[in-house]
């Protein structure tokens, strides 16, 4: 047991090698230890203090004392207040979305997530609470659009909250340390699972579990387990079962059409980012990504026989990632073109008069059946890692297949599904957009 609070691994490498260097280099003026910058500067500020009590000038020995912060008005995320922790009455184990054993002491009172748009997922669970027990997001998912729509609802959000790690990099341990969660969720898209493994085992050591979660590793499944892990978690399984229902039903509409046995499948190309210079990546059927999404709402991807045959995927199936060959989407001639990451799509995004669809430039494409029939699509990007996925396979559904699903509205679905499990509504975004 350690005198000081500082966790084993971290701060307690500068607990242990900063007064040592002082005093062998008789200077205060010595590097901080990497990973602990803020405890380095509090031994060196208290020796400093130490110093200066016992009538010698800090200067002297090359201290330099920290400048005044600017009072700007600007809040510094992870500066405010946490909130009161609930006393722990028991514990959970729960098996996470990659099969480990994780122990967490209930009832959870704070929590930390990888990506903000991790919050959806519980706000069915625990309605405002969701954001009121929130101290720690990655500064992704969507975070800046959630700033601008919640900071005026939760007005200590901004302060509360601590950054602890950007886009798809590695995590902030000293900003999780200092916010103390009592469960860092972290969604294992783009790989950021392994990121916080890195830190495990100075985040075990401080008592803060994480529960990693798997959003969309299945199209119309990994949204309900991931519910249902939370409902354990957070003691609310009532609450997980009724949401799963509900989403249950959603995809219930695409998956008694049995598309996936249809012989009259249009052909559909996907792309990410692309422009008329640049040719963004495609997926497969057997991925994780939007080519599942294609797969399950009934469409033929033209990508899969070249994944299959380059190796891609998963177990060399017809996944991964990859940019296909101009030429062969020129023959190909899909009927379709579905599209991420163009436009400004998303939570807090505006309607614009006309989407810009720079990629129908490209040499030949003004051929393609898709663009002559104005058969391009696009839909938000992150939506498809989202508690709202039923939505863009909706939308992909009855535009492959207009008759059978003459009686499906996603935007009404939509709609109705922020009004009874968010804090918003749905026209607070625009989700897709199409080629006029």
């Known amino acids: 047991m350690h005198p ?11 607990v242990e090698k900063i007064p040592g260097r002082i005093v062998e280099e008789q200077s205060l003026a010595v590097d901080a230890v990497s990973g602990a910058t803020v405890t380095c500067n509090g031994i060196i500020q208290a020796a400093a203090m130490a110093i200066q009590a016992a009538g010698a000038d800090p200067a002297d020995f090359g201290y330099t004392a920290p400048a005044p912060k600017e009072t700007t008005g600007e809040v510094r995320p992870g500066s405010g207040p946490l909130p009161e922790k609930v006393p722990k009455t028991g514990s959970i184990t729960v098996n996470d979305a990659k099969g480990r054993q994780v122990t967490i002491e209930t009832p959870v009172s704070t929590y930390a997530v990888s990506t903000m748009d991790v919050v959806d997922f519980i706000v069915p669970l625990k309605g405002k609470e969701a954001f009121n027990m929130l101290v720690g997001t990655g500064n992704s998912g969507g975070k800046k659009a ?21 886009h798809n990099a590695p995590f902030d341990l000293e900003m999780i340390l200092n916010r103390q969660p009592d469960v860092v969720i972290v969604n294992s898209a783009m ?20 529960v990693l979660i798997d959003v969309p590793s299945t199209v119309d499944t990994s949204v309900q387990k991931t519910i249902a892990l939370l409902g354990d978690l957070f003691g609310e399984k009532e609450k997980a079962a009724a949401a799963n229902a509900e989403l249950d039903g959603l995809f219930d509409l695409i998956r008694t059409k049995n598309l996936s046995a249809r012989t009259d499948k249009p052909s559909v190309y996907y792309e ?13 059927s057997n991925s994780s990504g939007w080519g599942a999404l294609v797969a399950f709402a009934g469409g033929e991807n ?3 026989a070249v994944l299959q045959e380059s190796g ?11 940019t296909l060959d101009p030429e062969y989407v020129l023959q190909a001639d899909p009927d379709y073109i579905v599209l991420s990451g163009i436009n400004n799509l998303g939570l807090g995004a505006k309607p614009a008069a006309e989407a810009e669809f720079d990629i129908i430039n490209r040499p030949g494409w003004s051929k393609l059946q898709a663009v002559r029939s104005k058969q391009v699509i696009e839909l938000m990007h992150e939506m498809n890692r989202t508690i709202f996925s039923f939505y863009p396979c909706l939308v992909l559904a009855k535009t492959f297949y207009p008759d059978e699903f003459a009686g499906v509205d996603p935007e009404a679905l ?19 957009a199409r080629l006029q």
């Open 414 to 432: 939509l709609a109705d599904f922020f009004d009874r499990y968010t804090l918003i509504e749905s026209d607070m975004g625009v989700w897709q």
């Open 272 to 284: 990410k980012s692309g422009y008329s210079e640049i040719y963004g990546s495609t997926s497969g």
């Open 302 to 304: 033209i990508a899969d």
């Open 191 to 210: 790989q950021a699972h392994k990121h916080i493994l890195d830190i495990e085992p100075q985040l075990t050591q401080a008592g803060i579990p994480i």
């Open 312 to 322: 891609g995927g998963k177990s060399g199936g017809k996944g991964g990632s990859q």
């Open 146 to 166: 959630y700033d601008e729509i919640y900071f005026p609802m939760f007005t200590d959000l901004q302060a509360r909250v601590g950054i602890i790690s950007e």
């Open 4 to 14: 000081h609070q500082e966790t084993h691994g971290i701060g307690t490498v500068a």
